[in-house]
C-alpha cells in the first residue's frame, strides 16, 4: 500500500537554530499535508500543499512540495522553544475515502 | 467551543476487560475516523464511517468494534483487552465532499492495559 516515508525520527537544535524535516514517497502524491503535535496534545493542521513546485510559508515555517510530487519538505527558521513537538506529513490514499496516511513523524526538541 | 470530543481522557484497566472510548464532533463533517498512536508516535488509521456508513476497516483485530449512530458520533468499543492494545487513540473528523479537506483531531484517550 501507499507509504510516506519521514525523517528524521528525532532532531535536537540549539533555539535559534534551523531545522528540516523531509517526507518522501514512491509514488505521485496528490497532495500533501502537515500537522504538528505538542506533548501531550493532538496532531493540528498546520498546512496543505497541492500543487508541483508548490512553496508556502507561515512565519517562520516554510513548505515546500516537490516538483514530482513525491517529496516534501518543512524548513523552520530560528527555532523556539513553543516549536517543540512532533511534524507530520500525511497524505491522501487512492480514492474518496479521505483516509490519510501519515509519516512516522519528526520530534523536534529544542535547547533554551 | 470543542469542535471534536472524545471521552475518556484517560483509562486504565486490566487485561481482558471489555470498554468503549466515545467521540462526538460538532463541525457538521460527514467524515468520522479511529486513529491509533504507539508509543514512537506513529499514527495509523483503524476505521473510517462516512454518513454512519463504514468506509475504511484496516486490518484490526475483531476485538474493536466501531459503532456510528448518527454522522456527529463515533464509538470504539474494545473487547478481551490486550497489553498491546495500551496506545492513544485519536477520534478525527473531516468533510470528504471537500477535497483533500484537512482532519480534525480529538484530544486522544489514552488507554492503559495493565
Known amino acids: 500500500g501507499q507509504q510516506v516515508m519521514q525523517i528524521p525520527q528525532y532532531q535536537h537544535v540549539q533555539e535559534g537554530e534551523d531545522f528540516t524535516t523531509y517526507c518522501n514517497s514512491s509514488?505521485?502524491?496528490?497532495?500533501i499535508q502537515w500537522y504538528k503535535q505538542r506533548p501531550g496534545g493532538h496532531p493540528v493542521f498546520l498546512i496543505q500543499?497541492?500543487?508541483?513546485?508548490e512553496v508556502k510559508k507561515q512565519k517562520r515555517l516554510t513548505f515546500q512540495f516537490g516538483e514530482a510530487k513525491k517529496n516534501s519538505s518543512l524548513h523552520i527558521t530560528a527555532t523556539q522553544t513553543t516549536d517543540v513537538g512532533t511534524y507530520f506529513c500525511?497524505?491522501?490514499?487512492?480514492?474518496?475515502?479521505?483516509?490519510?496516511?501519515f509519516g512516522q513523524g519528526t520530534t523536534l526538541q529544542v535547547k533554551p | 467551543d470543542t469542535a471534536v470530543s472524545q471521552t475518556p481522557k484517560y483509562l486504565v484497566t486490566q487485561m481482558g476487560n471489555d470498554k468503549s472510548i466515545k467521540c462526538e464532533q460538532n463541525l457538521g463533517h460527514d467524515t468520522m475516523y479511529w486513529y491509533k498512536q504507539d508509543s514512537k508516535k506513529f499514527l495509523k488509521i483503524m476505521f473510517s464511517y462516512n454518513n454512519k456508513e463504514l468506509i475504511i476497516n484496516e486490518t484490526v483485530p475483531n476485538r474493536f468494534s466501531p459503532k456510528s449512530p448518527d454522522k456527529a458520533h463515533l464509538n470504539l468499543h474494545i473487547n478481551s483487552l490486550e497489553l498491546g492494545d495500551s496506545a492513544v487513540y485519536f477520534c478525527?473528523?473531516?468533510?470528504?465532499?471537500?477535497?483533500?479537506?484537512?482532519?480534525?483531531f480529538g484530544n486522544g484517550t489514552r488507554l492503559t492495559v495493565t
Open positions: 500543499l497541492v500543487k508541483s513546485g
Open positions: 500525511a497524505a491522501h490514499g487512492s480514492g474518496n475515502t479521505g483516509k490519510l496516511i
Open positions: 478525527a473528523s473531516s468533510q470528504v465532499t471537500q477535497r483533500r479537506s484537512p482532519l480534525h
Open positions: 509514488t505521485t502524491l496528490s497532495n
